[in-house]
């Protein structure tokens, strides 16, 4: 059974930094191109960035510049590394495979609010 727990959200300040983490069990992160979504109050969800299993990455226009995505193969682990953040970015940030996505987990909650 496939699981993926996201981790790492809470309050941060505008301009302030935080790392999210997506631990995965059930499935190999690096042999498929995995995701972070968010999703704001009232709005859909959205893509964040991407990073494929070859290890490259993109990042939606939004996020370009400020966050990181990344994978640590050894711990079959995504990060997804986010500074200068703004009150915009607040959401819930889930983790899933790009393709043929698997049933949502109950994501991390990031606030960004002075």
């Known amino acids: 059974q496939v699981q993926l727990v996201e981790s790492g959200g809470g309050l941060v300040q505008p301009g302030g930094s935080l790392r999210l983490s997506c631990a995965a069990s059930?499935?190999?992160?690096?042999?498929?191109?995995m995701g972070w979504y968010r999703q704001a109050p009232g709005k859909q969800r959205e893509i964040v960035a991407r990073i494929w299993t070859v290890g490259t990455a993109n990042y939606a226009d939004f996020v370009k510049d400020r966050f990181t995505i990344s994978r640590d193969n050894a711990k079959n682990t995504m990060f997804l590394q986010m500074n200068s953040l703004k009150p915009e970015d607040t959401a819930v940030y889930y983790c899933?495979?790009?393709?043929?996505?698997?049933?949502w987990g109950q994501g991390t909650q990031v606030t960004v609010s002075s």
């Open positions: 899933n495979r790009v393709n043929d996505p698997y049933s």
């Open positions: 059930g499935i190999i992160l690096s042999h498929f191109g």
